[in-house]
């Protein structure tokens, strides 16, 4: 056999050799890359299908709870919208919460907020963003206000203002006690003074 064809022969072996090697580092990683990012992809997808199934699962709308004692006095909440508490079972986040504390003989308490986080178990109401009180001829508006049955007070803080027919305070802090109905007006730091306006 000729030498120069040998060597011709050996030449294109060599080369298709290489090509083979080039192709295999170089074009196959690249298809890998992209195939695991299409899983990738895929994963995420699936994923966040699934958080927002798990949100629309935990969505409530137009929520109503009522509780009653045996002296049948009631206490009602009502929210547009409302969502559970995946770590507090016994916790639920109420939007454009109304509520109502209705007593035998006593005129009924109307609660306004934005927000509220409300228990199942004690009916204890913790009130955000502008909460408005309405109880007979008295207004309150807040921040925050929070409801506890055990203890029997409803306290309103944050930026209190408080009217009457006659009267208007600005201060910290208004309690409630729900068994007598008597307020109390502080503000946290005893050095400042609370902020009364009357009519005589």
């Known amino acids: 056999m000729n030498i120069k064809k040998v060597i011709q022969y050996c030449l294109l072996t060599f080369l298709f050799l290489v090509s083979l090697l080039f192709y295999k580092n170089y074009f196959t990683n690249d298809l890998k890359v992209s195939n695991d990012s299409k899983i990738s992809d895929e994963e995420l997808e699936k994923n966040f299908n699934v958080d927002q199934n798990e949100l629309d699962n935990n969505l409530i709308?137009?929520?109503?709870?009522?509780?009653?004692?045996?002296?049948?006095?009631?206490?009602?909440?009502?929210?547009?919208?409302?969502?559970?508490?995946?770590?507090?079972?016994?916790?639920?986040?109420?939007?454009?919460?109304?509520?109502?504390?209705?007593?035998?003989?006593?005129?009924?308490?109307?609660?306004?907020?934005?927000?509220?986080?409300?228990?199942?178990?004690?009916?204890?109401?913790?009130?955000?963003?502008?909460?408005?009180?309405?109880?007979?001829?008295?207004?309150?508006?807040?921040?925050?206000?929070?409801?506890?049955?055990?203890?029997?007070?409803?306290?309103?803080?944050?930026?209190?203002?408080?009217?009457?027919?006659?009267?208007?305070i600005n201060a910290d802090k208004v309690v409630i006690d729900l068994l007598s109905k008597k307020l109390k007006i502080s503000m946290t730091n005893n050095k400042d003074k609370i902020n009364i306006v009357s009519k005589y």
């Open 61 to 168: 709308e137009n929520l109503r709870y009522v509780s009653e004692d045996l002296l049948g006095n009631t206490y009602t909440v009502t929210a547009k919208s409302a969502t559970l508490k995946e770590n507090k079972l016994n916790e639920v986040q109420l939007y454009e919460v109304n509520a109502e504390i209705s007593k035998k003989g006593q005129e009924v308490i109307y609660i306004y907020s934005k927000t509220a986080n409300y228990n199942k178990i004690n009916n204890n109401t913790i009130f955000k963003e502008e909460v408005d009180v309405k109880y007979g001829y008295q207004t309150m508006n807040s921040e925050t206000l929070n409801l506890n049955f055990q203890d029997n007070f409803i306290e309103i803080l944050d930026n209190v203002y408080y009217t009457n027919k006659d009267t208007k």
